[in-house]
T-cell receptor
Framework: AQKITQTQPGMFVQEKEAVTLDCTYDTSDPSYGLFWYKQPSSGEMIFLIYQGSYDQQNATEGRYSLNFQKARKSANLVISASQLGDSAMYFC???????????FGTGTRLQVFP | DVKVTQSSRYLVKRTGEKVFLECVQDMDHENMFWYRQDPGLGLRLIYFSYDVKMKEKGDIPEGYSVSREKKERFSLILESASTNQTSMYLCASSPPGQFLNEKLFFGSGTQLSVL
């Protein structure tokens, strides 16, 4: 069975600094997709970034990038130049091939301080 | 702009009541999902529907049922609400998964309190 592990329940970072949010996964499928979502206090889930298991390069979207290490089964989210508005819950998720469902981790609460 | 709308942001119900959580999407998506979010447990899939009148159990279907009579609407039903169903409920939709990068679009959630 597939599983996502986020070991950091909470993280603090100072404004303008970079922060890495950890995500490891467990799957026996060779083909899968990895997603990161942000959930601010308003409750909505906002899609941030996607990494395919066969993608040769690490995904990047603006200030967000993925440190994807397939052999270690990790897909850490790196946020550069943190902003106060980055304070939120962050969820990592996996979509195995052959299913439309996403399996989520337990999340990391990030707090950015001035 | 694409939208998934959940009918209530906050809901308070009594133990034993029948509760309906409604979700509507305007993107003509085949797939719709109900997740439950609890602190320390993340998001867990309750039910998912891949077409009208089609449904599939998720990881925690006990105590819940669903209805999808129209493509745009997916309802979660708590037949007899219990206090352990107090939670944040998130609805999502997506196109069929031809590609692994198809993401889910979420509503803003319903915080349900069962007293």
């Amino acid at each position: 069975a597939q599983k996502i592990t986020q070991t950091q329940p909470g993280m603090f970072v100072q404004e303008k600094e970079a922060v890495t949010l950890d995500c490891t996964y467990d799957t026996s499928d060779p083909s899968y997709g990895l997603f990161w979502y942000k959930q601010p206090s308003s409750g909505e889930m906002i899609f941030l970034i996607y990494q395919g298991s066969y993608d040769q390069q690490n995904a990047t979207e603006g200030r967000y990038s993925l440190n994807f290490q397939k052999a270690r089964k990790s897909a850490n989210l790196v946020i550069s130049a943190s902003q106060l508005g980055d304070s939120a819950m962050y969820f990592c998720a996996i979509r195995p091939r052959g299913t439309d469902k996403l399996i989520f981790g337990t999340g990391t609460r990030l707090q950015v301080f001035p | 702009d694409v939208k998934v709308t959940q009918s209530s942001r906050y809901l308070v119900k009594r133990t034993g009541e029948k509760v309906f959580l409604e979700c509507v999407q305007d993107m003509d998506h085949e797939n719709m999902f109900w997740y439950r979010q609890d602190p320390g447990l993340g998001l867990r899939l309750i039910y998912f529907s891949y077409d009208v009148k089609m449904k599939e159990k998720g990881d925690i279907p006990e105590g819940y049922s669903v209805s999808r009579e129209k493509k745009e609407r997916f309802s979660l039903i708590l037949e007899s609400a219990s206090t352990n169903q107090t939670s944040m409920y998130l609805c999502a939709s997506s196109p069929p998964g031809q590609f692994l990068n198809e993401k889910l679009f979420f509503g803003s959630g319903t915080q349900l309190s069962v007293l």
